[in-house]
């Protein structure tokens, strides 16, 4: 791997950057500024950036030609996501999982009817989708799910719930995992379909987060899609998601977002003044200061050999794996040491104008938890690391096959 970017890397960063300085309007960030979890997600301005994207074909930037992508690399996809990122024009509002996580598994697995339907539609930004894995009482093991959906005609008939829909409520599909054939071993008998948040049936419950972040339970009772929403073959949707969930977890290393967080706790304490000297003065302070930085440039090698691997053709499960449980628990260091130097200020919020650094240090300790157990626990993500990476011996779940 060659740790410096390319002259023509370089040259499609800067093409980003300047994309981003004439289309992120003050109106984005006041919408953005103001929205409960300080990430621009369905208001009217975040959707008509995202459509703004869609229109430079940037959605499909590392597909295929033949599917309407733009046939570049996925080092540029993860540098146009790192400069959004670190913008804070979530890649969640822009360049979710949809485009990072459903479309690469409808290219690799999908029917022919599947990548027709859903891959323009996507490119041009048109569709967002939910990820409808986790089940109430299933925790973290995904092949205990019990929603199932039975054949009818030419209509999937589905009944069941999810829960931890993190984007149900402004997504227009759930890219469900089902169960399809109940007499079938946990992991063999699941199928994923794709469903229009428009079916009848479905009920959409909000759960709302210590951080202000909303998440959601669904239930589905007696919904119906078309027999051709079903993705690929069926009974073979856990060996489609396996892939799937490995390019989840990267796109939950979010490397832009962090640099941006270290580089404003940085302006604050430069900002904050103890006597004659800027709190960024005291010796520990700069210290832990640049030891945080040094961790945010690890994180961000780690995202981009990530995606130096993805461009080889592999999918590199530990790799991604380790990449989210490292990026994941900096972010909660960041957050920690900037509510330590601040004291009993930081803890004023980001509504309050004393707040120091626009309260940034209080919003991210709220939100860093999550992105612990978003995509799957660390605790979970360090057995996956232990054995898909180093071959130490299973244990649990696996034996109930």
């Known amino acids: 791997m060659d740790f410096e970017l390319t002259d023509a890397q370089l040259k499609w ?9 004439h289309n992120v309007t003050p109106e984005l960030l006041h919408e953005r500024d103001k929205s409960p ?21 940037w959605h499909g930037l590392a ?3 033949e599917y309407g992508g733009m046939g570049r690399g996925v080092i540029e996809q993860y540098i146009l996501v790192r400069e959004l990122d670190y913008a804070k024009i979530s890649p969640h509002t822009v360049y979710d999982m949809t485009v990072t996580v459903v479309a690469p598994t409808i290219m690799r697995y999908g029917t022919e009817q599947n990548k027709q339907e859903f891959l323009p539609a996507i490119a041009r930004g048109e569709i967002r989708t939910a990820l409808g894995y986790s089940e109430p009482d299933a925790g973290t093991d995904l092949a205990s799910l019990r929603t199932r959906a039975e054949l009818d005609g030419d209509e999937w008939v589905i009944n069941g719930s999810k829960i931890w829909n993190s984007s149900a409520h402004g997504s227009t599909h759930q890219w469900l995992l089902v169960r399809t054939d109940p007499q079938a071993r946990r992991h063999e008998g699941i199928s994923i379909v794709m469903v229009p948040m428009t079916a009848r049936g479905i009920e959409v419950r909000p759960l709302i987060a210590w951080s202000d972040y909303q998440t959601n339970q669904l239930f589905f009772t007696d919904v119906r899609v078309p027999r051709g929403h079903l993705i690929g073959e069926v009974n073979k949707g856990w060996q489609y998601i396996v892939g799937a969930l490995d390019l989840e977890r990267g796109g939950l290393a979010e490397t832009g977002d962090l640099k941006r967080e270290l580089d404003e706790l940085i302006e604050a304490c430069r900002a904050v003044r103890i006597g004659d000297a800027s ?6 302070v700069g210290r832990r ?16 050999y990530g995606a130096s691997l993805l461009e080889g053709g592999e999918v590199p499960s530990t790799t991604l794996t380790a990449s989210k449980v490292y990026s994941s628990e900096l972010r909660t260091k960041i957050a920690d040491f900037g509510m330590q130097i601040f004291g009993i200020h930081g803890q004023l919020s980001w509504r309050d104008p004393d707040a120091p650094g626009r309260g940034a240090m209080e919003r991210l300790y ?9 995509g799957g626990t660390n605790e979970v993500m360090r057995d996956i690391i232990a054995q898909r990476g180093y071959g130490m011996p299973t244990y649990g779940r696996s034996k109930r096959n």
């Open 289 to 304: 200061l640049a030891e945080l930085d040094a961790d945010v440039e690890v994180a961000q090698l780690y995202g981009l």
């Open 366 to 374: 709220r939100s860093a938890p999550m992105n612990r157990f978003g």
């Open 279 to 284: 709190l960024i003065d005291q010796p520990h």
């Open 37 to 57: 979890e300080g990430m621009l997600r369905y208001g009217p301005e975040g959707l008509g950036f995202r459509k703004k994207v869609g229109r430079t074909g």
């Open 63 to 65: 597909w295929p030609k």
């Open 13 to 21: 960063r800067d093409e980003v950057r300047a994309f981003i300085r």
